[in-house]
């Protein structure tokens, strides 16, 4: 049974004119990997900062574990949240187990925990430098272990991955997993769509200040009935025989190049496409590309999502 | 709401070691030992006299240095303290820990003021040491009372800074309206006061005046030393347009201390 741990009633966030969130709801489960995509200016970060309090809705609620997050009883709810905002910033003069206990006094967490944080974030070594002389990915670790400081149940990460490295983001993706089975929630935003699909449990596409749509990346794929991509490799003389093999998919796009070929096909057509591939003679190679998180947002964001899909999934 | 002492106290004393380690108090303490130290030798030198003179006379120009000196540093001391986060961008990190803006505001304020009165006694206490040899002990309370009301206006000044840094934009802002807060009060207010009493003679607004003055945490710094000291009263112009019955120690230091609360108070509230 699914419980909610965080949920978003008709929220609203004006400046003026411009609505930078528009009565959003949406519900987050305990122990899910939730994402925020969007473009900048999509209203995410908008949203990020009103869960967290930092910002107060023109209209509308936030709950998180069942309190309002701008009353007075959030304060309690706050201890076991871990955040770490966008480009973090530190105190320069600080080292970093100075910042670390810094942070952790005011969160009331449990200060003999700070090395081995530091420990689990490859940065032992540097803890008695100043940050002044951290680099990129150091201070993103930093702002890592800073945010599981006191074994948080919820964990907002804003762009996570930033000036890490492929083998840090890498680190830091099974680091989540870890975190996911011990039960905590986690909600991040990302730009980097190709990065995030294979780790997160579901998520919400937002424009321009709107949820557009809410839901795994199965889901979403389904119901904006993308196209799917297979590159082929072949015997340049085999063109020909695999031209009539696939005679049968009239209504898939075959693009053929120099000993290639890129099938364009609806999904629903991968299964008796791949046996067909398979068993002509001359191929050499498949590789298939399924429609990314990339593909997906652009085809809503392009096409615009048909209000059935929106009311289908939100 | 229930204000935490223990999240007050983190914030404050980050920002008084900050100060510490940057040597800000050091700067300071050695500015406050040299200028006083100065003052209380050579500032009788324009009676001819060169050396500690009376402790009336050593007060009287301290007071003049302070009341310069004092305000500006405490400005700079504050000016950043919220719009510096802010502009740093480590403020949503701060709000997202379990604290509250009125903790983190008072933990702020707290930690400059040590900073500062730890440069205050350090630097004038040194200097009142070095005195107190030719000093008797109603001297020396006369100076430790001149020490605690130079505090008392830093105070004050250092609520307003914080009050410009929780209302400015950026901090570029905030320090040119410090600077301009200290024009205003430490050498505009007086000159524009003592103008309309002579432009009109003393026609206008001359009961005004005592209470104008204590619009003004500088001239009730003045007006609180100088009052307790005979020998320099008539040195001072404005001291003198002030009635006895509102030199009461008690109202003078109550309005000093509704300039260190009201400013900090409208800050928690803008800030909020």
Known sequence: MKSAIIEVKGVSKRYGEIHAVNAADLVIYKGEIFSLIGHNGAGKSTLFKMMLGLLQPTNGEILIRGKNVNGHAFREVKRRIGYLPENIVFYDHLTGIETLHFIGKLKGADLKTCPSLLDKMGLLKAARRPVRGYSKGMRQRLGFAQALLGEPEILFLDEPTTGLDPAGIREFYQFLQELKEQGVTIILSSHNLAQIQEQVDRIALMKMGDILTVGSVAELRQQLDLPLHIQVRLDPKAKDALRRA????????????????????????KMPLLTTLATTEGVTDIQIQEPSLED??????????????????? | MAIETKQILTIAQKEFWDRIRNRWVLAVTAIFVFFAFVISYFGSSQQGVVGFSSIELTIASLVSLAIYLVPLISLILGYDAIVGERERGSLDLLLALPITRLELLLGKYLGLSAALVFSIIAGFGAVGVFLSYQLDLEALAQYASFMLSTILMGLSFLSLSVLISVMAANKTIASGTSIALWFLFVLIYDLVLLGILVVTEGQWGGDLFPFLLLLNPADIFRILNIFGLEQVKTLYGLATVFPESLANPWLLNGAMFSWIIGPLGLAYWKFK
């Not at chain 1, 049968?248 to 796009?253: Q, V």
């Not at chain 1, 615009?304 to 939100?314: D, I, K, N, R, Y």
């Open chain 1, 246 to 269: 696939l005679s049968g998919f009239a209504e898939c796009e075959l693009e053929f190049g120099e000993g290639s070929l890129m099938v364009t096909c609806n999904t629903k057509r």
């Open chain 1, 296 to 314: 997906l947002f652009l085809g809503y964001v392009s096409r615009g999502a048909t209000s059935q899909a929106v009311s289908a999934l939100t």
